[in-house]
């Protein structure tokens, strides 16, 4: 938790409550469902949380904002942004039903009621939302073709509607091959530490 204080001292104790108690949840639940690999659990808040968290330096979301997560997994980067803006809404969706209940649980416990959560797959969703948000699930051509119908037309943030995709290594030629605009933020530049000098925050957008 030093970690996520040190890039985000304005937290309330409420946040940062809920932020402490992510680890433990986590590793109660990896115990019992491999949620996450042992080796990403004892660097947790800097690979999931704070990985998660880029996000948060790149927009504030403004308030009734609705966010999608694809492919949320155990509930990243939902959970974590969920708990950084309690007055926007996030929307966590994965196809794997037992990664579902342990997002559920989480979200339960912490008692984020600006959460909510469905077992499905990405191309069977038909509600529009603000920003679509994800880690890497799969290459960015084919995400894009889940998301880009699923953007909400009406702009009220800073920053124009679309998907923010945390992406690592060389994407390039992926890129090139999406017909969205696209700004990039490389996580490096808002993190020190080592694990993000590859990682890269992707914006696309109409």
Not at 9 to 37: D, F, M
Not at 53 to 78: E, H, Q, V, Y
Not at 115 to 126: H, P, T, W
Not at 176 to 187: C, F, G, M, Q, R
Request: aromatic residues 10%; positive net charge.
């Amino acid at each position: 938790m030093d970690l996520i204080v040190k890039y985000f001292p304005s937290l309330t104790p409420v946040q940062q409550s809920q932020l402490g108690r992510l680890e433990t949840l986590y590793a109660a639940w990896n115990s019992k469902i491999n949620v996450i690999s042992r080796k990403d659990m004892e660097h947790f808040y800097e690979r999931h949380v704070l990985h998660s968290l880029s996000i948060a330096k790149a927009i504030r979301f403004s308030p009734g904002t609705k966010i999608l997560d694809i492919g949320t997994g155990g509930g990243f980067p939902g959970i974590p942004l969920a708990i950084v803006f309690p007055h926007c809404h996030f929307h966590l969706v994965d196809s794997i039903g037992k990664k579902m209940k342990v997002v559920e649980s989480v979200a339960e416990e912490l008692k984020l009621d600006n959460v909510s959560c469905e077992k499905n797959r990405a191309e069977n969703l038909e509600s529009r939302w603000d920003f679509v948000v994800s880690r890497a699930v799969t290459s960015l051509p084919v995400f894009t073709a889940w998301a880009q119908k699923l953007i909400s037309v009406k702009q009220f943030n800073t920053m124009r509607n679309g998907i923010l995709y945390l992406k690592g290594g060389d994407f390039a030629d992926e890129l090139k091959s999406v017909k969205l605009k696209s700004n990039l933020y490389p996580i490096s530049e808002i993190f020190e530490e080592p694990f993000f000098e590859t990682k890269t925050i992707v914006h696309l957008y109409r």
